[in-house]
């Protein structure tokens, strides 16, 4: 009876260190996984940072682009009218001259 207590007793004490074992292990991978997903939330908060700061930034430049064209157009608009105006005032001395030409 004796071996048997001291076996039971030995099986035991293994058992126990192996538990404790486990619970050590089990709680260094938790901790692990922990701090994993703690980076993974920064990294996430970061990258969506970033896409905003990008989307932001290329809407900056979308409206520079549709303000430069509304501009442009406008430019192109009065500089075809000024060329209109010109064309007509060019013609309008030409007959002049033309006509002071006849009555010469």
Partial sequence: ????????????QNLS???K???DEY???REQ???????????ESRFTEYLNNEHTQLLTVWRSIVDFRRQFNDMKS?????????????NRCTRAVHSAC???
């Avoid at 009876?1 to 035991?12: C, F, I, L, M, S």
């Avoid at 009065?78 to 060019?90: A, F, G, I, M």
């Fill in 1 to 12: 009876r004796r071996v048997h207590g001291d076996e039971a007793t030995q099986a035991n």
């Fill in 17 to 19: 260190k192996e538990l």
């Fill in 21 to 23: 074992r486990l619970n």
């Fill in 27 to 29: 709680r260094r991978f």
């Fill in 33 to 43: 996984a922990d701090q994993r997903e703690h980076d993974w939330q920064k990294d």
């Fill in 78 to 90: 009065v500089t075809e009218r000024d060329l209109t105006q010109l064309k007509n005032d060019y």
């Fill in 102 to 104: 006849l009555n010469l």
